[in-house]
């Protein structure tokens, strides 16, 4: 039987140190979320990222923004957080409408209040492992991999996906801490083949219940980031749990798993940058 690693209760750990840490500030870390348009997921995430930083003690701002809301409008406002010291950590919810391009509205955030870690600073600073903020996701992950007591240093690790938020930054941090890393994507040849040399499996694809377990090498740790619907319509991984289980020393569930780390890191991140800025 494997190990179920508890997102929930590492995530519940990692927001009680920060609340411990903000009780004994004079100053709050601010965190303002932008959100732009109707997108329902969205809007559950903002509201979650609100409710995280009201827990915590954190001053946040939530703007919500209609679905008609111009390049110059949403810059603008960008400039007005960029400026204010309440301010430490800005967040733009994606994705954005179609009118609006993610790159420029990204690349507008002050990079030092870039709590997201998109900004192309901070993705180049992981790159060459000088860093202030990870991103939320693979940070959220690395964290599970600690506090369970998993050694990454000399594992063969093999993280399939390789998007800008997820995968690629996940491979450079798992290599960070001395990883073996390989990472797989849509036009990898042998998918089964790479995955069952994993030591520690990190799959971000986006694809229901794909990863089963005959991809697992028995013993291995999997860590699920996908968040997906099933045939019914109930949230679930990338990775199909029931199979999969019976095979890894350790595994992620969904829902319960990386999920509840992501808004964890970002608070983090917040804190990180308001003593950057000088708060005490
Ligand atoms: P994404 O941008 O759509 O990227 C998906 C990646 O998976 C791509 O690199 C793609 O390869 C690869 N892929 C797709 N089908 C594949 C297949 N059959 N075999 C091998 N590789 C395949 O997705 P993402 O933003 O990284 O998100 C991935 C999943 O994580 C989603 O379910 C998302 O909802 C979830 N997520 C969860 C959290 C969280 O907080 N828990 C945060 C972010 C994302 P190509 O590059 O070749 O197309």
Redesign the pocket.
């Known amino acids: 039987m494997a190990t179920v690693i508890d997102g929930k209760a590492i995530s519940a750990k990692v927001r009680a140190e920060i609340k411990a840490e903000v009780d004994k500030m004079t100053v709050k870390p601010g965190l303002a979320v932008v959100i732009v348009g109707e997108d329902p997921a969205s809007k559950v995430y903002v509201r979650n990222k609100a409710k995280g930083c009201e827990e915590v003690g954190f001053y946040s701002e939530v703007h919500e923004l209609p679905e008609s809301t111009t390049e110059a409008e949403l810059l603008a406002l960008i400039e007005r957080l960029n400026a204010n010291e309440k301010i430490d950590g800005i967040l733009v919810q994606l994705p954005l409408p179609k009118h609006l391009d993610e790159k420029i509205v990204i690349n507008a955030i002050r990079a030092d209040k870039d709590v997201d870690a998109f900004h192309p600073i901070n993705t180049g600073k992981i790159m060459i492992g000088d860093y202030d903020f990870l991103p ?2 693979p940070a ?1 992950v690395m964290r599970l991999l600690k506090e369970t007591g998993v050694e990454v240093s000399g594992k063969k690790c093999v993280v ?8 690629k930054p996940q491979a450079m941090l798992l290599l960070q801490q001395n990883g073996t890393v390989t990472i ?5 040849a042998d ?1 089964k083949k790479e995955c069952l040399e994993a030591d520690i499996l990190v799959v ?4 229901a219940k ?1 990863i089963t377990g005959d991809y697992v090498k028995p013993g291995a740790v999997v860590i699920d ?4 619907r099933d045939e019914n319509g109930k949230l679930c ?2 990775v199909d749990f029931a199979s999969a289980e019976p095979k890894a020393s350790a595994i992620t569930p969904v829902p319960g798993g ?2 509840p ?2 808004i964890a890191m970002l608070l983090t991140n917040t804190l990180k940058a308001a003593r950057l800025f000088g708060k005490k």
């Open positions: 939320c996701t959220g399939v996906g390789r998007s800008n938020i997820v995968g797989c994507h849509s036009r990898t998918l971000a694809i986006g694809k794909f980031v996908g968040m997906d991984g990338d990386v999920g780390m992501t």
